[in-house]
């Protein structure tokens, strides 16, 4: 008789909503990456002209004949049903094949692979930052509330969530960077010189992260439990590191896999003004040359790495917070 | 201010003995951050909408002879490039921006309103249906998604606002159905539909109003992000085309010149960051009267 013994059945019963959940959670990830994948490929029939003319002459052909039209568009598949040629379509990307760069005929993939290391760069350290800051920033708000440290970080905060990442771009290049030469205007990626760049770009999210972790930490330093401790003799470090902080630490880790969309999606325009040599600013030179596919396979990019971010984020947020495991009543 | 009057009608709300509009008003003016907000806010406005009569010169004539020329008694903010008035030109942006701002804002307001009631009113499948694809808009980041849509529709104003439509409304439209399903639990929501009143009175009688009036605070919250994607998408030379003044676009142009003519960059950078600044601390000012718990 194999008998199941009582901490293996209490195991499992720890262990099976948690499994439930990221089931759960991995089955809707994919298929948001499905949904993704329309829209991606939706971008394609939406832009103007006809896409075999707009190969051809992508290619060098200034004036194509019908025959070389012809012979491209049943290449392209362009004839078939739109349905069809999305599952085509499909059957390529999941290989890995997002087709050719109008301008260099190269694979859009490996273009794009080429400048993601630039871009993961970037944004990884501007993450890094932006959550330094936070930590930093809501830690000294919530334990001197409502005095000169907490106020002076919340005036802080008001300014840079108004500061969108290009203008502050745009005001360190003039001033640090031509003024005081450090940095580099044009750099070629080296971590050396991401730190500004990466500034720009953390500033708005620290300061909504500094936000919100000090409005949960007060919330949380209100708790009954925060009470009891501090009757029991607990230093005001403790309290706050001991007790208010991992309580606090949920609401901020939801709004950093938020935020994660704003820190790929501003790193394009930061890209751009430090010519960091990322997938933003080539995606906007590939726009300028109407280098449809490649703009195709930065919104791919992007949309897959952000899904994934916001997975591992929910994933982490299930490992931390075990209520989250049991499904949500609506 | 009918918004504001339908605000404070919401349920558990204690009786009222000022009326309701003055009540949200006087405590939007006791509020020190709203007060610093609301007076930006109006200054700017003013600004935009009196800028072409305020603009000393023509925003958009070239003058190739005073190219660049530092700020001046004439030309407060220097010239561009052009030789066009930069004060002229930021005086005449602020109405593009402000107004373009504005415009995609009630888009994004009136397409979540309506999908969101949609799904929160019908359920079932077409609510499932609704969601998948709220949920997928949102799955990508929505400056992403905005410089895609321009970037194959091509450059240029109309496609911007479209863009940023297209990359924006999801978010209002979960909300909205949020509210909806919270409304419809509702004490007098559900006394009229005993009381035998249709759905369709029901939403537009009890259910809307309030409904609007919490994703009004929404809109004036985000009103600062629109504001920035507008002005960045513009920078980036996606948006308003040249010679149109419109704030991004002029420090896009002034980016070129930096070296030379650094006040240039000034002239559009500063209403911008204001712009932004009066919007969010309306937003959470709002946000803090209406929702104390919060703060």
Redesign the interface.
């Known amino acids: 008789m194999g008998h199941v013994s009582l901490a293996s059945v209490q195991r499992m019963r720890i262990m099976l909503p948690l499994v439930r959940a990221v089931g759960t959670r991995v089955t ?1 990830a994919l ?2 990456v499905l ?2 994948s ?2 991606i490929w939706g ?2 029939p ?3 002209g006809d896409p075999a003319l707009r190969l051809l002459q992508a290619r060098g052909v200034q004036d194509p004949t019908a025959e070389q039209v012809a012979a491209v568009r049943a290449d392209l598949a362009l004839d078939r049903p739109l349905p069809v040629q999305y599952i085509e379509w499909l059957g390529r990307a999941v290989r890995g094949d997002l087709s050719v760069s109008y301008q260099t005929g190269r694979p859009v993939l490996e273009e794009l692979g080429k400048r993601m290391p630039a871009t993961l760069l970037l944004s990884g350290t501007a993450l890094l930052l932006a959550l330094v800051a936070a930590l930093g920033g809501g830690l000294l708000c919530a334990a001197y509330a409502e005095r000169w440290p907490d106020r002076i970080i919340r005036l802080l905060t ?2 840079g ?7 502050l771009g ?2 360190v ?2 001033f640090v960077v ?1 003024e005081f030469g450090v940095g580099r205007v044009l750099s070629g990626g080296q971590w050396q010189y991401v730190l500004l760049p990466a500034m720009c770009l953390a500033v708005s999210r620290a300061a909504d992260w500094t936000q919100l972790l000090r ?1 949960s930490l007060l919330e949380a330093l209100g708790a009954q439990y925060v009470l009891v401790a501090q009757a029991r003799g607990a230093t005001k470090l403790r309290l706050l590191w001991r007790y208010a902080l991992p309580n606090a630490a949920l609401p901020l880790l939801t709004a950093i896999g938020v935020g994660l ?2 820190l ?3 790193a ?2 930061v890209e ?2 430090f010519t960091w040599p990322g997938i933003g600013s080539y ?2 030179e ?3 040359a ?1 280098d ?1 596919p490649v ?2 396979g ?2 791919a990019l ?2 897959l790495s ?2 994934t971010a ?1 997975l591992l984020v929910d994933l982490l947020a299930l490992g931390l917070d075990p209520r989250l495991r049991t499904p949500r009543t ?1 | 201010m009918k918004f504001s009057q339908l605000l404070t009608r919401q349920a558990s709300m204690p009786v009222e003995t000022i009326p309701p509009t003055r009540s949200l008003w006087r405590q939007l003016l006791q509020h020190r951050e709203a007060r610093v907000g609301l007076l930006l806010a109006l200054f700017l406005v003013g600004l935009a909408l009196g800028g072409p009569l305020l603009a000393p010169y023509d925003p958009n004539r070239p003058n190739y002879r005073e190219k660049l020329a530092p700020p001046s008694v004439e030309h407060w903010l220097g010239t561009d490039q052009a030789g066009r008035d930069q004060l002229s030109r930021v005086l005449v942006g602020g109405r593009q921006t402000l107004g373009t701002a504005l415009l995609i804002l009630s888009l994004i307001f009136g397409i979540g309103l309506v999908v969101g009631s949609i799904a929160g009113m019908s359920g079932g499948i077409v609510d499932v249906v609704l969601m998948r694809l709220v949920d997928i808009v949102m799955a990508l980041p929505s400056i992403v998604l905005a410089i895609a849509i321009v970037g194959v529709l091509g450059p240029g104003f109309q496609n911007l606002i479209l863009a940023l439509v297209v990359a924006w409304w999801a978010y209002y439209a979960r909300l909205t159905r949020s509210y909806v399903l919270n409304a419809r639990q509702r004490p007098d929501v559900i006394a009229a539909r005993l009381a035998g009143i249709g759905w369709g009175r029901i939403m537009l009688g009890h259910v809307l109003p309030g409904v609007a009036a919490q994703l009004l605070i929404i809109a004036t919250l985000d009103l600062g992000a629109l504001i920035a994607a507008i002005a960045g998408l513009s920078f980036l030379g996606l948006g308003v085309q040249p010679p149109t003044a419109e704030w991004g676009a002029m420090l896009s142009d002034s980016r070129l010149y930096v070296a030379v003519a650094p006040w240039l960059l000034l002239g559009p950078l500063v209403p911008i960051f204001l712009v932004v600044v009066a919007a969010n601390l309306l937003g959470n000012a709002l946000r803090d009267i209406l929702d104390p718990a919060r703060c």
């Open positions: 809707q298929l948001t949904g993704i329309v829209i971008l394609l939406l832009a103007p008001q300014i969530a108004a500061a969108p990442a290009f203008l745009l005001l290049l003039r031509v409005a969309g704003g790929l999606g501003g394009a325009i751009a003004i995606v906007l590939a726009i300028s109407r449809y703009v195709q930065f919104v992007i949309g952000y899904v916001s609506a």
